[in-house]
């Protein structure tokens, strides 16, 4: 008797080809995460599991791993709903926004815009956030002068850019600066309502106005 040896079993064509499956779909299963491409991969070797356990006569085996290709199909048909791109139409609404931008404000940094003034000097400042190929987030909007309708010149200028190129704007309705704020939160929440935003405090938008899109 050989002792401390481990017998390696005859590996034959069918049992090579199930354990190429079963590394296959642990190996994609740990790669999921990263792309949807992994799980019809996965799906695939789901399926070749299938396969082999018909072959070998586990037909339960075979079956129950025919149910986990076709959950993983569905699974990766969603994922690739989620992650498909935007139509290519709109993909450049915000490019195309921020290219007019820049005709009439000067970028300063970290997402800031600079307006001047036809006369001399600024009418203030804007910074946005770009969040996806058709929205744009005003996260921040101030003026050094308040109360002379540098606000308003700003924010109608955005409004007709945002209707010019079919870009949704997103803001949250919070004064800044140095205490008493030029306008409290209420005040603000009315003035952006009448340039056409809707929401709540936390969270309003802005759609563009169908008429003037220039990209649709
Ligand atoms: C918000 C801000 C940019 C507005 O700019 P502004 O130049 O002061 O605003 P305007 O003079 O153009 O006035 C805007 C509107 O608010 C009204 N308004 C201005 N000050 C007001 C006040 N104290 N009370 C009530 N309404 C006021 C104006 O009548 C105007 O109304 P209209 O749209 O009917 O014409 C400016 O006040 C500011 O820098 N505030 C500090 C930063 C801040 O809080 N930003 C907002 C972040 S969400």
Not at 42 to 55: D, E, N, T, V
Not at 204 to 210: A, D, K, L, Q, S
């Amino acid at each position: 008797m050989l002792q401390g040896t481990i017998a390696i079993p005859h590996l034959d064509r069918l049992t090579a080809f199930g354990l190429l499956a079963v590394s296959l779909m642990l190996l994609f299963y740990a790669l999921e995460e990263r792309s949807p491409s992994f799980v019809i991969a996965f799906a695939g070797s789901c399926l070749m599991a299938s396969l082999y356990g018909f072959l070998q006569g586990a037909w339960p085996f075979g079956l129950v791993e025919g149910v986990w290709s076709l959950v993983a199909i569905r699974r990766w048909h969603k994922l690739a709903m989620k992650t498909e791109p935007a139509p290519a139409q709109h993909q450049n609404n915000v490019h195309a926004f921020l290219g007019e931008l820049k005709t009439i404000a000067q970028p300063a940094g970290r997402g800031d815009y600079t307006f001047p003034k036809v006369e001399g000097g600024l009418h203030g400042s804007v910074q946005f956030i770009f969040d996806s190929p058709r929205t744009v987030t005003i996260h921040r909007l101030w003026t050094l002068q308040p109360g002379q309708g540098s606000g308003s010149q700003m924010l109608r200028t955005l409004c007709d850019l945002a209707d010019r190129h079919g870009v949704e704007l997103k803001l949250k309705v919070i004064p800044i600066g140095r205490k008493p704020y030029p306008m409290t939160r209420g005040q603000l929440f009315a003035w952006y309502q009448r340039h056409g935003f809707e929401g709540t405090r936390r969270k309003m938008i802005r759609t563009p106005r169908e008429a003037t899109h220039a990209g649709r």
